[in-house]
């Protein structure tokens, strides 16, 4: 049986339409015909009843469907299953990101995976909230935290936490903080999400053997759904943020921005690369997390 007319098939279903789907595949309305009618004969079923004016599936043709569809799917993973063993990336990849790390780590990770696989194509989805994968087109996407949906695919490719952290300059103007409560009296740079003020900031440490947990309203003249331009704030002096780690990693590293009371950090946060189906898990899907994985490890062990 031709795979292309198994292909057509589902296209003809999806789009309602013959020359819909002869035009998405680039081939004649009178070839997509051709090639239907040809399945219909293998199968010994009708698949769509034809009029002048509409297509309809077939009770035959819903059942074909599904199994068609599985088929497919089954043949796209063993070819890329086939690719991966022989070294193959190829194909598109649309991601959604977060704004820090798309602009400082996942750009330079797209920049040295698309130079040894000039086949690839990516397309990048900066934003802050959560994609759907259906509406907004996305592959995968990479998100702090577990996704709530368990039947979501999820790759853990890092574990941070939060640093309260401010500029030298900030710091030689309004002086350093000694306790979580002294933020109350600092302009603290504010995180925001679909109008809600993250300004609620927590935190733990271990003081003489005793877990201690402290929590501070913070206020400020800032705030930002976008968390690069929380980041470039505070390396620009304008306040303390309260930011996970990894984003600040080559900040602290240069020396443009600096850790503030240490001994008060928080939990643990997971990012992870998050597939919403097998089929998305791609070789270049697998590329991206281990090169991700590998990148994020030398920052935050730097």
Known sequence: MNTHDLA????????????????????????????L???????????FIRSTRQLRITAEGEHFLLHCRQ?????????????????????????????????NVLIDCMDEIMEL??????HLNVSDSMADFYLDRVDLALR?????????????????????????????????????NDLKQHNCLIYQLK??????????????GKKESVKVKVNGNRSCNDGDVVRRWVVAGKGIAYKSRLDMAEDLHAGRVVRILPSFGSSPVELNLICPTRKQVTPAALLLRDTLRKKLSELLNN
């Open 71 to 103: 088929a497919l799917d089954a043949l796209e993973e063993g070819t890329a299953s086939m690719n991966a063993l022989q070294g193959k990336v190829f194909g598109e990849l649309r991601i959604s990101a977060p704004s820090d790390l798309s602009r």
């Open 8 to 35: 057509l098939f589902v296209r003809i279903a999806d789009s309602g339409s013959i020359t819909n789907a002869a035009q998405q595949l680039d081939i004649t309305s009178a070839a997509a015909s051709a090639a």
């Open 195 to 208: 109008n809600r003020l993250f300004d609620l900031w927590s935190f733990s440490c271990n003081l003489e």
């Open 144 to 180: 702090y935290g577990q996704p709530e949906d368990s039947s979501l695919i999820a790759f853990k490719v890092a574990t941070f936490d939060r640093i309260l952290c401010a500029s030298p300059s900030y710091l030689s103007s309004f002086g350093m903080p000694s306790h979580p």
């Open 37 to 47: 009618k040809r399945l219909e004969k293998e199968l010994a079923v009708q698949l």
């Open 117 to 122: 696989h000039p086949n690839l194509s990516i």
